[in-house]
């Protein structure tokens, strides 16, 4: 009776905290309209999808004009933003943040829960002040709020298919992300070295039936997609200019600068090196799985999901919060200080000196100095990751036994 007793307990105090946390994003996204968006980003790639709305209800494409502030996701897309164009401008930027910032806590109650045996109501408040906290201080988190993007909303449905839901319903939100943004697919490529059909098969079923919907909706703007931005090779080329040279955080990219090939890499030694990674990354996820380490299996395809594409942007690594959840899932400690620094690192809020340092040659250089710095930290992690999984021989970790929804609220 007293354990009983102790679970509705331990609800409630969940249920208040959330409630609570829930006020307190709203103040810190109201906080992160007037401080952070006047730095930089301004909502400016929201405010573009809005603009791409408006195309599309003009033309009836929405890929017609394919240049800055182009839609570059894939027709299913248009579902989630479509509401936003009945909403003013405030109350839009108002709502995707305090959208993203729940998303980020959801995300660090899922990833908490894999790798601790906290309570739940301890769970919620630590996950509260840890996006209170990165929403000042980790600069891609920074980065994504500033601009609107939708980095945070797709890694929580990736999080969430991948360690916590089971059964039948298990890849309905990964072919949900997959169908907003196509580079999530690299997890169906995991589902598959795994043998998980089910999964696998939800998941592309999913993705099929979003698109569907889209394409009898809009199928002006789902023709053209399919036919003229993605077989004809537009969405890959759209990367090749100078302004993505020098904002690329990429891996790819850090070889396309001096001492390397300094802007003159050839096309397919570039895609050549994000297959390599991509590669890497199914290997490090599939190793991570089988030994127990599921929260690195997920964020090491999260990190090249992000860093082995063509052209990436600091707010891809909006994966560096749940990088020091990792460390708290690697036994023994003695691997920790090198995830956590690096992670740490990745953190750094670069934005605030971007803005300071105005727009001069000197800021040019010390702002791709940065994201080169971020590249060679996201290689470093890959690099401490494999020698965790295949050089050290230590003990595997044992998996959780039960579903996280099926875990007791009292552990």
């Given at each position: 009776m007293s354990s009983h007793f102790s679970a509705r307990g331990q609800r409630l105090a969940f249920a208040l905290i959330a409630v609570v946390e829930l006020a307190l994003f709203y103040l810190d996204a109201r906080a992160i309209m007037h401080v952070h968006t006047p730095l930089d980003g301004r909502f400016q790639d929201l405010a573009g999808r809005v603009r791409n709305l408006e195309d599309l209800r003009h033309s009836g494409n929405i890929y017609q004009q394919f240049s800055a502030e182009a839609f570059t996701y894939p027709p299913g897309a248009i579902i989630l933003f479509w509401p936003l164009q009945w909403l003013s401008a405030t109350a839009r930027d108002l709502l995707w943040t305090l959208m993203s910032l729940?998303?980020?806590?959801?995300?660090?109650?899922v990833a908490l829960r894999r790798v601790t045996t906290w309570s739940w109501p301890y769970v919620g408040l630590v996950s509260g002040a840890s996006v209170l906290i990165t929403s000042w201080c980790c600069n891609p988190v920074l980065c994504c709020l500033q601009w609107g993007q939708t980095a945070l909303l797709l890694q929580f449905l990736i999080v969430v298919d991948m360690l916590v839901i089971r059964g039948p319903r298990r890849g309905i939100l990964l072919g949900i992300a997959v169908a907003i943004k196509l580079f999530p697919a690299l997890f169906l490529v995991?589902?598959?070295?795994?043998?998980?059909?089910?999964?696998?098969?939800?998941?592309?079923?999913?993705?099929?039936?979003?698109?569907?919907?889209?394409?009898?909706?809009?199928?002006?703007?789902?023709?053209?997609?399919?036919?003229?931005?993605?077989?004809?090779?537009?969405?890959l080329s759209h990367f090749n200019t100078s302004s993505n040279l020098v904002n690329d955080t990429g891996i790819a990219a850090l070889f396309n600068r001096p001492p390397f090939w300094g802007g003159t890499e050839p096309h397919l030694v570039r895609y050549a090196l994000c297959v390599g990674v991509a590669l890497w990354g199914l290997a490090l996820a599939q190793r991570a799985w089988r030994k127990g380490y599921e929260l690195t299996s997920v964020v090491s395809l999260l990190v090249v999901d992000a860093v082995a594409l063509p052209n990436v942007w600091i707010h891809y690594y909006a994966f560096v919060p749940l990088i020091v959840v990792v460390a708290f899932e690697w036994t023994p400690s003695r691997h920790r200080p090198v995830v956590l620094a690096l992670a740490a690192t990745l953190c750094l809020p670069f934005v605030y000196w971007r803005t300071i340092g105005g727009s001069g040659p000197v800021h040019s250089v010390v702002f791709q100095m940065i994201c080169d710095a971020d590249a060679a930290l996201a290689l470093g992690y890959l690099l401490a990751t494999s020698y965790k999984l295949f050089a050290y021989r230590g003990s595997p970790r044992r998996r959780h036994a039960t579903s996280f929804v099926n875990q007791s609220l009292h552990r």
């Open positions: 729940c998303a980020l806590w959801g995300t660090f109650v995991a589902l598959l070295f795994r043998r998980e059909w089910r999964a696998l098969r939800t998941a592309v079923v999913t993705f099929f039936v979003v698109t569907g919907i889209a394409a009898v909706v809009w199928p002006r703007s789902s023709w053209y997609f399919f036919r003229h931005v993605l077989l004809s090779g537009q969405e």
